[in-house]
Antibody
Framework: QVTLRESGPALVKPTQTLTLTCTFS??????????VSWIRQPPGKALEWLAL???????YYSTSLKTRLTISKDTSKNQVVLTMTNVDPVDTATYYC???????????????WGQGTLVTVSS | EIVMTQSPASLSVSPGERATLSCRAS??????LAWYQQKPGQTPRLLIY???TRATGIPARFSGSGSGTEFTLTISSLQSEDFAVYFC??????????FGQGTKLEIK
């Protein structure tokens, strides 16, 4: 059974660094041809893709946020960590991690999502 | 970056009726298109991938069609549990993956 769970602070002050952890089970990010992505959703708004790390440790980032994001994995702990520097109130959102599965070539769609964690950026 | 545009923004349909939701891509994504359902306070749920393949456990009343730039999600006979927000997402040309802004399906 595939599960993902996000954890991290509920409240962060502007300019601080946000660190989120995705703990997963039911698959391996070192041997299975899968990836884990971070996706966020501001209250009442659409989904925004942030970053992806795959089984081969390749990393990809949102063009608009790439200077602020770092994604990494700890395969021994089945965790993926996302850090976002210099947060701003506009970064207030529910942050999801999701498993990506290949649909031919190097094309992933997201088949399992975590429950999400709401992060509020406020002083 | 490929822009995904969904229409309508909201749709009111009576239970038992058919609902048709549209998604348009700013450039071709071939068939690399997924649909997700999101109920209030819940996580997105994968419905369709490859434009027309139902994900595991998704009822047959959900069907996807289209290719290139025009896609449709059809729910053939709406059940009460189907009223939710639906998002489309392209995974053809990334990064970045891009989502539509969503269609809210409401009870009429």
């Amino acid at each position: 059974q595939v599960t993902l769970r996000e954890s991290g602070p509920a409240l962060v002050k502007p300019t601080q660094t946000l660190t989120l952890t995705c703990t997963f089970s039911g698959f391996s990010l070192s041997t299975d041809e899968v990836c884990v992505s971070w996706i966020r959703q501001p209250p009442g708004k659409a989904l925004e893709w942030l970053a992806l790390i795959d089984w081969d440790d390749d990393k990809y980032y949102s063009t608009s946020l790439k200077t602020r994001l770092t994604i990494s994995k700890d395969t021994s702990k089945n965790q993926v960590v996302l850090t976002m520097t210099n947060v701003d109130p506009v970064d207030t959102a529910t942050y999801y991690c999701a498993r990506g599965i290949l649909d031919g070539g190097y094309l992933y769609y997201f088949d399992y999502w975590g429950q999400g964690t709401l992060v509020t950026v406020s002083s | 970056e490929i822009v995904m545009t969904q229409s309508p923004a909201s749709l009111s349909v009576s239970p038992g009726e058919r609902a048709t939701l549209s998604c348009r891509a700013s450039q071709s994504v071939t068939s690399n298109l997924a649909w997700y359902q999101q109920k209030p306070g819940q996580t997105p749920r994968l419905l369709i991938y490859g434009a027309s393949t139902r994900a595991t456990g998704i009822p047959a009343r959900f069907s996807g069609s289209g290719s290139g730039t025009e896609f449709t999600l059809t729910i053939s006979s709406l059940q009460s549990e189907d009223f939710a927000v639906y998002f489309c997402q392209q995974y053809h040309d990334w990064p970045p993956y891009t989502f539509g802004q969503g269609t809210k399906l409401e009870i009429k």
